[in-house]
Protein backbone atom coordinates (compact mmCIF):
# COMPACT_ATOMS: atom_id res chain seq x y z
CA UNK A 1 0.00 0.00 0.00
CA UNK A 2 1.17 3.78 -0.62
CA UNK A 3 1.81 5.85 1.68
CA UNK A 4 3.38 9.26 2.83
CA UNK A 5 4.97 11.01 5.18
CA UNK A 6 5.96 14.79 5.61
CA UNK A 7 8.80 15.34 8.28
CA UNK A 8 7.98 18.52 10.49
CA UNK A 9 4.24 18.57 10.95
CA UNK A 10 5.17 22.66 11.42
CA UNK A 11 7.60 24.57 9.75
CA UNK A 12 8.67 28.04 10.71
CA UNK A 13 10.95 30.34 8.90
CA UNK A 14 11.65 34.19 8.50
CA UNK A 15 10.80 36.51 5.58
CA UNK A 16 12.75 35.93 3.19
CA UNK A 17 14.57 32.97 3.80
CA UNK A 18 14.36 29.65 2.31
CA UNK A 19 11.23 27.19 2.75
CA UNK A 20 12.29 23.47 2.75
CA UNK A 21 9.00 21.03 3.24
CA UNK A 22 9.78 17.17 2.89
CA UNK A 23 8.17 14.57 1.45
CA UNK A 24 8.79 10.66 1.15
CA UNK A 25 6.39 8.18 -0.07
CA UNK A 26 6.20 4.60 -0.70
CA UNK A 27 5.15 2.83 -3.57
CA UNK A 28 5.62 -0.29 -5.50
CA UNK A 29 6.11 1.81 -8.92
CA UNK A 30 7.17 5.35 -9.48
CA UNK A 31 3.91 7.20 -8.52
CA UNK A 32 2.64 10.26 -9.74
CA UNK A 33 3.38 13.38 -6.85
CA UNK A 34 1.35 16.72 -5.99
CA UNK A 35 1.82 19.21 -3.46
CA UNK A 36 -1.33 21.05 -2.32
CA UNK A 37 -1.70 24.10 -0.82
CA UNK A 38 -4.17 25.28 1.99
CA UNK A 39 -5.31 28.12 3.34
CA UNK A 40 -7.48 28.36 6.61
CA UNK A 41 -10.94 27.13 5.75
CA UNK A 42 -10.53 26.67 2.05
CA UNK A 43 -9.95 23.53 0.29
CA UNK A 44 -6.68 22.72 -1.69
CA UNK A 45 -4.97 24.14 -4.62
CA UNK A 46 -2.56 22.34 -6.66
CA UNK A 47 0.70 24.03 -6.12
CA UNK A 48 2.88 21.42 -8.80
CA UNK A 49 2.81 17.98 -9.71
CA UNK A 50 4.80 15.37 -10.87
CA UNK A 51 4.41 13.06 -13.81
CA UNK A 52 6.80 10.95 -14.93
CA UNK A 53 8.76 13.58 -17.11
CA UNK A 54 10.97 16.24 -15.63
CA UNK A 55 12.19 15.62 -12.25
CA UNK A 56 12.16 19.38 -10.92
CA UNK A 57 9.11 20.30 -11.87
CA UNK A 58 8.40 23.88 -11.05
CA UNK A 59 4.90 24.98 -9.76
CA UNK A 60 2.97 28.18 -8.67
CA UNK A 61 4.07 31.13 -6.60
CA UNK A 62 7.56 30.46 -6.97
CA UNK A 63 7.54 26.38 -5.81
CA UNK A 64 9.52 24.11 -7.20
CA UNK A 65 10.07 20.49 -6.00
CA UNK A 66 12.70 17.54 -7.21
CA UNK A 67 11.71 13.82 -7.84
CA UNK A 68 14.26 11.71 -6.42
CA UNK A 69 13.52 8.24 -6.76
CA UNK A 70 16.47 7.09 -5.04
CA UNK A 71 15.16 8.58 -2.35
CA UNK A 72 11.51 8.46 -2.95
CA UNK A 73 11.10 11.51 -1.78
CA UNK A 74 9.58 14.81 -3.57
CA UNK A 75 10.65 16.99 -1.70
CA UNK A 76 8.62 21.05 -1.76
CA UNK A 77 10.95 24.42 -1.61
CA UNK A 78 11.35 28.20 -2.52
CA UNK A 79 13.94 30.24 -2.39
CA UNK A 80 12.39 33.28 -0.21
CA UNK A 81 9.71 33.10 1.52
CA UNK A 82 6.69 35.27 1.41
CA UNK A 83 4.56 36.07 4.18
CA UNK A 84 1.78 34.97 2.07
CA UNK A 85 3.17 31.48 1.94
CA UNK A 86 2.46 30.66 5.54
CA UNK A 87 -0.27 28.56 5.02
CA UNK A 88 -0.77 24.18 5.08
CA UNK A 89 0.90 21.83 3.13
CA UNK A 90 0.17 18.80 1.65
CA UNK A 91 1.80 15.88 -0.42
CA UNK A 92 -0.21 13.37 -2.33
CA UNK A 93 0.55 10.40 -4.54
CA UNK A 94 -1.51 8.16 -7.13
CA UNK A 95 -0.26 5.14 -8.74
CA UNK A 96 -0.30 5.05 -12.95
CA UNK A 97 -3.02 2.76 -14.08
CA UNK A 98 -4.48 3.54 -10.27
CA UNK A 99 -5.25 7.02 -11.07
CA UNK A 100 -8.66 7.58 -9.09
CA UNK A 101 -6.60 6.69 -5.53
CA UNK A 102 -5.15 9.51 -4.01
CA UNK A 103 -2.99 8.58 -0.57
CA UNK A 104 -2.48 12.69 1.60
CA UNK A 105 0.34 13.32 3.98
CA UNK A 106 -0.46 14.69 7.29
CA UNK A 107 0.66 17.74 6.02
CA UNK A 108 2.82 20.55 7.26
CA UNK A 109 1.84 23.69 8.64
CA UNK A 110 4.05 26.73 7.60
CA UNK A 111 4.61 29.54 9.36
CA UNK A 112 6.38 32.68 8.06
CA UNK A 113 7.98 35.17 10.57
CA UNK A 114 8.81 39.11 9.66
CA UNK B 1 -15.46 29.46 -14.07
CA UNK B 2 -15.62 26.28 -13.38
CA UNK B 3 -15.28 24.86 -10.07
CA UNK B 4 -16.94 22.89 -7.06
CA UNK B 5 -19.32 24.28 -5.13
CA UNK B 6 -19.80 23.10 -1.17
CA UNK B 7 -22.64 24.03 0.88
CA UNK B 8 -23.35 25.20 3.66
CA UNK B 9 -20.10 26.52 4.54
CA UNK B 10 -20.73 25.73 8.10
CA UNK B 11 -23.33 23.33 9.66
CA UNK B 12 -24.28 22.90 13.12
CA UNK B 13 -25.98 19.54 13.93
CA UNK B 14 -27.34 18.01 17.51
CA UNK B 15 -26.58 14.19 18.19
CA UNK B 16 -28.72 12.18 16.72
CA UNK B 17 -29.23 14.21 13.67
CA UNK B 18 -28.46 13.47 10.04
CA UNK B 19 -27.05 16.16 8.00
CA UNK B 20 -26.98 16.76 4.25
CA UNK B 21 -23.37 18.22 2.61
CA UNK B 22 -24.52 19.24 -1.04
CA UNK B 23 -21.03 19.18 -3.65
CA UNK B 24 -21.74 20.13 -6.86
CA UNK B 25 -19.52 20.63 -10.13
CA UNK B 26 -19.31 21.88 -13.24
CA UNK B 27 -16.47 20.54 -14.31
CA UNK B 28 -17.20 17.79 -16.22
CA UNK B 29 -15.56 15.43 -14.44
CA UNK B 30 -16.24 11.97 -13.88
CA UNK B 31 -14.73 10.97 -10.63
CA UNK B 32 -15.90 12.93 -7.54
CA UNK B 33 -14.29 12.11 -4.08
CA UNK B 34 -15.75 13.17 -0.45
CA UNK B 35 -12.75 13.41 2.42
CA UNK B 36 -12.66 14.56 5.90
CA UNK B 37 -10.09 16.42 7.60
CA UNK B 38 -9.25 16.65 10.85
CA UNK B 39 -6.41 18.43 12.92
CA UNK B 40 -2.91 16.72 12.16
CA UNK B 41 -4.08 13.54 10.15
CA UNK B 42 -4.45 15.13 6.59
CA UNK B 43 -6.83 13.86 4.45
CA UNK B 44 -8.79 10.68 4.75
CA UNK B 45 -11.35 9.30 1.47
CA UNK B 46 -14.88 9.08 2.57
CA UNK B 47 -16.71 7.50 -0.65
CA UNK B 48 -15.74 8.09 -4.14
CA UNK B 49 -17.40 7.80 -7.32
CA UNK B 50 -16.23 7.16 -10.80
CA UNK B 51 -19.19 7.00 -12.59
CA UNK B 52 -22.94 7.73 -12.25
CA UNK B 53 -25.05 5.58 -9.82
CA UNK B 54 -22.14 4.16 -8.69
CA UNK B 55 -19.84 4.68 -5.47
CA UNK B 56 -17.57 3.31 -3.61
CA UNK B 57 -16.34 2.86 -0.03
CA UNK B 58 -13.03 5.03 0.80
CA UNK B 59 -11.15 3.86 4.18
CA UNK B 60 -13.72 6.06 6.36
CA UNK B 61 -17.25 5.23 5.23
CA UNK B 62 -19.13 3.95 8.47
CA UNK B 63 -21.69 6.44 9.68
CA UNK B 64 -21.83 7.57 6.32
CA UNK B 65 -23.56 7.66 3.14
CA UNK B 66 -23.59 8.66 -0.56
CA UNK B 67 -25.28 9.26 -3.85
CA UNK B 68 -24.64 9.73 -7.41
CA UNK B 69 -27.79 10.74 -9.18
CA UNK B 70 -26.30 13.12 -11.33
CA UNK B 71 -22.83 13.06 -12.82
CA UNK B 72 -22.39 16.76 -11.38
CA UNK B 73 -23.97 16.08 -7.72
CA UNK B 74 -22.58 14.03 -5.14
CA UNK B 75 -24.16 14.64 -1.50
CA UNK B 76 -22.85 12.94 1.65
CA UNK B 77 -25.06 12.53 4.42
CA UNK B 78 -23.33 12.03 7.46
CA UNK B 79 -25.57 9.73 9.80
CA UNK B 80 -26.23 9.91 13.60
CA UNK B 81 -24.09 6.36 13.52
CA UNK B 82 -20.96 8.54 12.99
CA UNK B 83 -19.77 8.59 16.32
CA UNK B 84 -17.41 11.85 15.60
CA UNK B 85 -19.01 14.09 12.93
CA UNK B 86 -17.29 17.24 14.08
CA UNK B 87 -15.02 17.89 10.88
CA UNK B 88 -14.05 19.65 8.24
CA UNK B 89 -15.58 18.08 5.03
CA UNK B 90 -14.35 18.38 1.18
CA UNK B 91 -15.48 17.77 -2.06
CA UNK B 92 -13.45 16.70 -4.72
CA UNK B 93 -13.70 16.08 -8.11
CA UNK B 94 -11.51 14.60 -11.62
CA UNK B 95 -11.65 13.67 -15.25
CA UNK B 96 -11.53 10.20 -13.87
CA UNK B 97 -9.12 8.74 -16.33
CA UNK B 98 -7.78 5.37 -15.08
CA UNK B 99 -4.14 5.74 -16.39
CA UNK B 100 -3.71 9.53 -17.17
CA UNK B 101 -2.37 11.99 -14.26
CA UNK B 102 -5.90 12.72 -12.34
CA UNK B 103 -5.59 16.08 -10.61
CA UNK B 104 -8.00 16.90 -8.03
CA UNK B 105 -9.93 19.81 -7.89
CA UNK B 106 -11.37 20.76 -4.37
CA UNK B 107 -14.40 22.65 -3.08
CA UNK B 108 -13.93 24.82 -0.38
CA UNK B 109 -15.56 23.09 2.06
CA UNK B 110 -17.80 22.29 4.75
CA UNK B 111 -17.47 22.19 8.42
CA UNK B 112 -19.46 20.50 10.70
CA UNK B 113 -20.17 20.92 14.61
CA UNK B 114 -22.26 18.60 16.64
CA UNK B 115 -23.22 20.59 19.90
Known amino acids: AQSVTQLGSHVSVSEGALVLLRCNYS??????LFWYVQYPNQGLQLLLKYTSAATLVKGINGFEAEFKKSETSFHLTKPSAHMSDAAEYFC????????????FGPGTRLSVLP | DGGITQSPKYLFRKEGQNVTLSCEQN?????MYWYRQDPGQGLRLIYYSQIVNDFQKGDIAEGYSVSREKKESFPLTVTSAQKNPTAFYLC??????????????FGAGSRLTVL
Open chain 1, 92 to 103: AVSEPNYGQNFV
Open chain 2, 27 to 31: LNHDA
Open chain 2, 92 to 105: ASTRGSLSGANVLT
Open chain 1, 27 to 32: SSVPPY
